[in-house]
């Protein structure tokens, strides 16, 4: 990322994408225009693979100027919510389809984390690989120690290991590291956050998740680590807003399966069976949802008296994960009050799901 002052030369030169690819050192480059009529301001924003002079991306935004400031604050979020999936995505691509035998710790990385959100079993134990690859050739490289980290998580929450203790073990060890490396990173702190609250120390896992948005007011991993955090901790009405929040500020998320899904969450803490359906739903209906996401969905469809469609997400459950039981719930999430566990078990067998 370059800071504004290096692109301010260009402002008002027509110049092309390549020619600041090149000046700058940068793949990516965002651009703009700004008129106003009146009281409203037409913003007109693109990306550009700039070393390809291929546009990812591109979307207009009309305001009334009642508070620039405001507007401003608006435009800032939405962009940077709209760029960050785009370049992964981008950058993804690239990583996959890069020779293995020249990639860098970048594209390790990059590639590690395309594998890490298609939530499957195998592909987390290939990011795990690709995130050593990437540590073992840069050690001061923090982001694939976060992205390792989170990986453990993952094979927590997701039930896909065996030896818990020593999975969270490596998580904390990770994430720890990540956070020494660079700690103004916020998806490190995010993801410590995370591992925190998977070994069930709540204040911590809190504490780090709120420093993760403090580093970076925009980041949607960072506020929904304080919304998963706050939920598990008992104070469901408190995370409605940090995960409402996640999703604004990426609305097209890789993540956004599992921000749905814990949205759901806290909405069956709440008794609102209603709100959490089509949170599950939403979860359910992305490329990269999960079993979660449709347990979710079963639970919530049942409490709403739905029973055929509550069985017939039951079945797809099934599908997903064929040795799903409802002790799945007490072994992989951290609950603060036995309640809440027993809130979702109670449901899970009122679907004779198996214990």
Known sequence: MISRSSSFGYKGRNVEPKQVSHDLGVRYVVGGSVRRSGNRVRIGVELVDAANAIQLWSANYIRELEDIFDVQDQIVQTIVGAVEPEVTAAEWARARHA???????????????????????????????????????????????????????????????????????????????????????????AILGRLYMMARDYDLAIAETQMAIERNPYSPQAHFGLGFALVVAGRSEDALAPLLKAVKLSPRDPNLASYGTVLATAHLM???????????????????????????LAVALNDLGDKVRAQKAKERLLVLKPDFTSSYVTRCWPFRRQADANRLVKSLRKLRLPD
């Open 99 to 189: 020779p293995v035998n020249r990639l860098d710790a970048w594209d390790q990385y990059r590639r590690g984390t395309w594998h890490l959100y298609r939530f499957d079993r195998d592909d987390i134990f290939v990011a795990q690989e690709c995130c050593q690859a990437a540590m073992a050739r840069d050690p001061n490289f923090a982001e694939p120690c976060a992205a390792f980290a989170y990986a453990c998580h993952l094979m927590l929450i997701f039930d896909y290991v065996t030896d818990r203790e020593r999975t969270l073990r490596e998580g904390l060890d990770a994430a720890r590291g990540a956070v020494q490396l660079d700690d103004r990173d916020s998806f490190g702190h």
């Open 270 to 296: 709440l008794g609102q069976p209603a709100q959490a359906a089509e949170w599950a739903r939403t979860a359910t209906l992305q490329s990269s949802s999960h079993f979660i996401a449709v347990m979710h």
